[in-house]
T-cell receptor, first 112, second 114 residues
Framework: EDKVVQSPLSLVVHEGDTVTLNCSYEVTNFRSLLWYKQEKKAPTFLFMLTSSGIEKKSGRLSSILDKKELSSILNITATQTGDSAIYLC????????????FGTGTRLTVIP | EADIYQTPRYLVIGTGKKITLECSQT?????MYWYQQDPGMELHLIHY???????EKGDLSSESTVSRIRTEHFPLTLESARPSHTSQYLC?????????????FGPGTRLTVT
């Protein structure tokens, strides 16, 4: 059964801290792994990873995939209160529907 | 501006009522999806569509039904709402092309059935 597990489930940090969010997966015929940020509304797309070892970076956020370990990490440096959200990891397999298997997410709270 | 819309954003309704959750996208995407998410739980796919007149059930069984008569419109209907249907419903779309795997989500509809 396809599965995506995220850790930690919840994290509270102070502004300026660096955080690392983890995602591990078991998916038949893996195609890609995606990270989303979900605040009060719907998730917004952050990164898509398909190849191992290649870091994707956007401002203070970066992510990398390890296909050997079946995992990915999302790093946020110099956190700000606006980074407070649920971070969702999703994995896509080799089906025609482009469907995503989501983890439960990591709830990040950044306090001033 | 290309976007994906859902209405209503919030809905409180009594048991037994028929409801339709609307989803529209202006991006010309062929593929559309409905997800259900309970607080603290995973997003679960309940319906998807490859294109007009194509609908399939997702990995989570749902008593809802969908239709896809127009490319841009993918409404979800509950014939008789029950308290167990209380949840957040998220609509998404994607191009489905090899070079673009991202799904774009609408703002969601938070449904409460009393």
């Amino acid at each position: 059964e396809d599965k995506v597990v995220q850790s930690p489930l919840s994290l509270v940090v102070h502004e300026g801290d660096t955080v690392t969010l983890n995602c591990s997966y078991e998916v038949t015929n893996f195609r890609s792994l995606l990270w989303y940020k979900q605040e009060k509304k719907a998730p917004t797309f952050l990164f898509m990873l398909t190849s191992s070892g290649i870091e994707k970076k956007s401002g203070r956020l970066s992510s990398i995939l390890d296909k050997k370990e079946l995992s990915s990490i999302l790093n946020i440096t110099a956190t700000q209160t606006g980074d407070s959200a649920i971070y969702l990891c999703a994995v896509r397999n080799q089906t025609g529907a482009n469907n995503l298997f989501f983890g439960t997410g990591t709830r990040l709270t950044v306090i001033p | 501006e290309a976007d994906i819309y859902q209405t209503p954003r919030y809905l409180v309704i009594g048991t037994g009522k028929k409801i339709t959750l609307e989803c529209s996208q202006t991006m010309g995407h062929d593929k559309m999806y409905w997800y259900q998410q309970d607080p603290g739980m995973e997003l679960h796919l309940i319906h998807y569509s490859y294109g007009v007149n194509s609908t399939e059930k997702g990995d989570l069984s749902s008593e809802s039904t969908v239709s896809r008569i127009r490319t841009e419109h993918f409404p979800l209907t509950l014939e008789s709402a029950r308290p167990s249907h209380t949840s957040q419903y998220l609509c998404a779309s994607s191009t489905g092309q090899v070079s673009s795997y991202e799904q774009y989500f609408g703002p969601g509809t938070r449904l409460t059935v009393t």
